[in-house]
């Protein structure tokens, strides 16, 4: 699973597309780089899951981020 994410900054909208753009453009990297696109799921979460406070620059930089997460089949 990819999951993309924002800071606060702009609006819902916009944070959710860019979200999504993030997730995807990492994995379209793994499927150049030889990742089967079956096994992979991208999402985005726009603001909605910060990981620190948005009031500082350093908090946004860490909620600017895509996670991948490993799931067992």
Not at 4 to 32: C, F, M, P
Request: proline share 1%; hydrophobic share 30%; aromatic share 2%.
């Amino acid at each position: 699973s990819i999951e993309g994410h924002t800071d606060s900054d702009g609006s819902n909208a916009l944070n959710q597309t860019l979200s999504e753009n993030r997730a995807a453009a990492v994995k379209n990297y793994l499927i150049e780089n030889g990742i089967a696109s079956d096994r992979l799921r991208s999402t985005g979460f726009g603001e909605t899951i910060p990981i620190a406070s948005n009031k500082t620059a350093k908090g946004k930089a860490q909620n600017r981020r895509v996670e991948v997460k490993l799931i067992k089949e």
